[in-house]
Nanobody
Framework: QVQLLESGGGSVQAGGSLRLSCSAS?????????MGWFRQVPGKEREGVAG????????EYTDSVKGRFAISQDNAKNTLYLEMNNLRPEDSAIYYC????????????????????WGQGTQVTVSS
């Protein structure tokens, strides 16, 4: 059974940084998976923040985080990361990691991939 466990959320002031981690078990994502980070604010739709297909060089980001956030993966630890820099109050949300094992690619756009596996979410709060 695939399980995803996020950590690293917290409260920071605007301009600060956080690194979110998503530890995976039950599947070695280096074998092939579409993986990504989403965020959601209560009352609003879930937003795809960053995603990629493991083993590929391409990553995709929503426009508002380009140049500030970076998604990466440590295959040895089977862990997905989201490095968030220069945080803004509008980045405040619950952040979720998602994964969908497959042998080809993410959907286009990546956030339309039918993700079956989700973490429990981690709260990020950025104060002005």
């Amino acid at each position: 059974q695939v399980q995803l466990l996020e950590s690293g959320g917290g409260s920071v002031q605007a301009g600060g940084s956080l690194r979110l981690s998503c530890s995976a078990s039950g599947y070695n994502f280096a074998r092939g998976a579409c993986m990504g980070w989403f965020r959601q604010v209560p009352g609003k739709e879930r937003e795809g923040v960053a995603g990629f297909y493991t083993g590929s060089v391409g990553t995709e980001y929503t426009d508002s985080v380009k140049g500030r956030f970076a998604i990466s993966q440590d295959n040895a630890k089977n862990t997905l990361y989201l490095e968030m820099n220069n945080l803004r109050p509008e980045d405040s949300a619950i952040y979720y990691c998602a994964a969908q094992p497959n042998d080809h690619s993410c959907s286009v756009p990546w956030y339309k991939t039918g993700f079956q596996h989700w973490g429990q979410g981690t709260q990020v709060t950025v104060s002005s």
